[in-house]
């Protein structure tokens, strides 16, 4: 009866989506355990997602099924025991305080080499590619890191900071082409081995280090996809590291996933199985972080390129399984597909943009020139 009741409930909040159970469309709910409904409506996004890495459900387009959902803001109607706990202890915790700054590091990037080398392609860049004018996965990640470039203007003989510096790629590129000189920190101790290793030859070190340590000098400083790590409570003493890094006539490059409102939290399944302690900034965040510290010259919005990303690294993930199977097991592969899924369908609905955000410590003379 308590089955038949949450089924019913689960139909009438499907209602509006376009979205059937066991339906013939591709993007239709496909049940096999009919527990999923009690799951779903106890737990929120955190009982969708778990209960697909169970196998109680499956679908054919998976992120077009979560698509359909976001753009009913599905999500607002499935406020759980889970989601309140989630922000309570956000607000009365700071889950990115320096103890836990290792963490993501150990649980995330720390996950294997070989499954991120399968995954991202030729360039080792776990964030966005710009896709204005590229093709594939490796042209739309080279013209990324190409226009970070520019619109840092580097020149021979600079200093630059890499805030999360991921496998080296970045500085390594830098290094070549523009002829600087660097320091890339991280949290993880499998990034910071293999970039030591790709940047050996080059003027760059590699440092396993928390961000709240840095006091030096640099001429240009750039973080890409490390600021969703950093957490509200610690927005401000993130840009106060910066700032107190940064030349006078300096350039701070910020890219970053951010969203359409203030959260003090994040999604209960994502914080539980893919990146804890992890929350993306709204645009008012970061203005509040930076305001009397920085002079904004530049916000680029290009969220719509991640849609393609996803998919690109979800196809390579799929193309590689049976490699990858070998060192994982299938649950795995049913939580790394939808976390892959759901991230791309949060970007296609817009609920979710990426952001390069340019900034100067007292304004670039003459003004700065934005660069697409």
Same mark, same amino acid.
Request: net charge neutral; hydrophobic share 40%.
């Given at each position: %009866?308590?089955?038949?009741?949450? !089924?019913?409930?689960?139909?009438?909040?499907?209602?509006?989506? &376009?979205?059937?159970?066991?339906?013939? $469309?591709?993007?239709?709910?496909?049940?096999?355990?009919?527990?999923?409904?009690?799951?779903?409506?106890?737990?929120?996004?955190?009982?969708?997602?778990?209960?697909? %890495? @169970?196998?109680?459900?499956?679908?054919?387009?998976?992120?077009?099924? +979560?698509?359909?959902?976001?753009?009913? $803001?599905?999500? !607002?109607?499935?406020?759980?025991?889970?989601?309140?706990?989630?922000?309570?202890?956000?607000?009365?915790?700071?889950?990115? *305080?320096?103890?836990?700054?290792?963490?993501?590091?150990?649980?995330?990037?720390?996950?294997?080499?070989?499954?991120?080398?399968?995954?991202?392609?030729?360039?080792? +860049?776990?964030?966005?590619?710009? @896709? !204005? $004018?590229?093709?594939?996965?490796?042209?739309?990640? /080279?013209?990324?890191?190409?226009?970070?470039?520019?619109?840092?203007?580097?020149?021979?003989?600079?200093? #630059?900071?890499?805030?999360?510096?991921?496998?080296? /790629?970045?500085? *390594?590129?830098?290094?070549?082409?523009?002829?600087?000189?660097?320091? &890339?920190?991280?949290?993880? /101790?499998?990034?910071?081995?293999?970039?030591?290793?790709?940047? *050996?030859?080059?003027?760059?070190?590699?440092?396993?280090?928390?961000?709240?340590?840095?006091?030096?000098?640099?001429?240009?400083?750039?973080?890409?996809? %490390?600021?969703?790590?950093?957490?509200?409570?610690?927005?401000?003493?993130?840009?106060? #590291?910066?700032?107190?890094?940064?030349?006078?006539?300096?350039?701070?490059?910020?890219?970053?996933? &951010? &969203?359409? !409102?203030?959260?003090?939290?994040?999604?209960?399944?994502?914080?539980?199985?893919?990146?804890?302690?992890?929350?993306?900034?709204?645009?008012?965040?970061?203005?509040?972080?930076?305001?009397?510290?920085? +002079?904004?010259?530049?916000?680029? $919005?290009?969220?719509?390129?991640?849609?393609?990303?996803?998919?690109?690294?979800?196809?390579?993930?799929?193309?590689?399984?049976?490699?990858? *199977?070998?060192?994982?097991?299938?649950?795995?592969?049913?939580?790394?597909?939808?976390?892959?899924?759901?991230?791309?369908?949060?970007?296609?609905?817009?609920?979710?943009?990426?952001?390069?955000?340019?900034?100067?410590?007292?304004? /670039?003379?003459?003004?700065?020139?934005?660069?697409?």
């Amino acid at each position: %009866m308590a089955i038949r009741s949450f !089924k019913q409930r689960v139909l009438r909040l499907l209602e509006d989506t &376009g979205i059937q159970i066991n339906g013939a $469309n591709p993007w239709d709910l496909q049940v096999h355990n009919e527990h999923f409904y009690h799951r779903v409506f106890a737990h929120g996004s955190l009982g969708l997602g778990e209960s697909y %890495m @169970w196998g109680w459900w499956d679908v054919q387009d998976l992120d077009g099924m +979560v698509y359909r959902l976001l753009m009913a $803001n599905l999500e !607002k109607k499935l406020l759980t025991l889970d989601n309140l706990l989630a922000f309570l202890h956000a607000r009365l915790f700071n889950l990115q *305080k320096p103890a836990r700054a290792f963490d993501v590091g150990r649980r995330h990037y720390d996950m294997g080499n070989d499954l991120y080398k399968h995954m991202l392609g030729k360039f080792m +860049v776990y964030s966005c590619g710009y @896709w !204005k $004018n590229a093709a594939n996965l490796d042209a739309a990640q /080279e013209a990324k890191l190409e226009l970070v470039f520019q619109k840092l203007g580097l020149k021979p003989g600079m200093h #630059v900071l890499d805030i999360g510096c991921g496998w080296g /790629e970045t500085l *390594k590129l830098a290094a070549e082409r523009y002829g600087v000189s660097g320091v &890339g920190i991280t949290v993880s /101790e499998q990034q910071a081995g293999y970039a030591r290793e790709l940047c *050996k030859s080059l003027p760059i070190e590699i440092r396993l280090q928390d961000y709240r340590r840095l006091d030096e000098p640099f001429d240009r400083i750039l973080s890409i996809g %490390m600021f969703e790590h950093v957490g509200y409570k610690n927005y401000q003493t993130y840009m106060r #590291v910066v700032h107190r890094c940064l030349k006078n006539d300096g350039l701070f490059l910020l890219h970053c996933i &951010g &969203g359409n !409102k203030s959260v003090h939290d994040t999604d209960a399944w994502i914080a539980k199985y893919i990146f804890p302690n992890g929350m993306l900034p709204s645009i008012r965040q970061i203005a509040d972080a930076s305001e009397d510290l920085f +002079v904004m010259e530049d916000w680029h $919005n290009f969220g719509g390129h991640y849609d393609k990303t996803l998919q690109a690294w979800r196809q390579n993930f799929e193309n590689s399984w049976a490699v990858l *199977k070998q060192q994982y097991n299938e649950t795995f592969h049913r939580m790394w597909y939808y976390y892959l899924s759901i991230c791309a369908a949060s970007f296609r609905a817009r609920k979710n943009q990426l952001w390069q955000v340019v900034f100067s410590p007292h304004g /670039e003379p003459g003004g700065y020139l934005s660069i697409r």
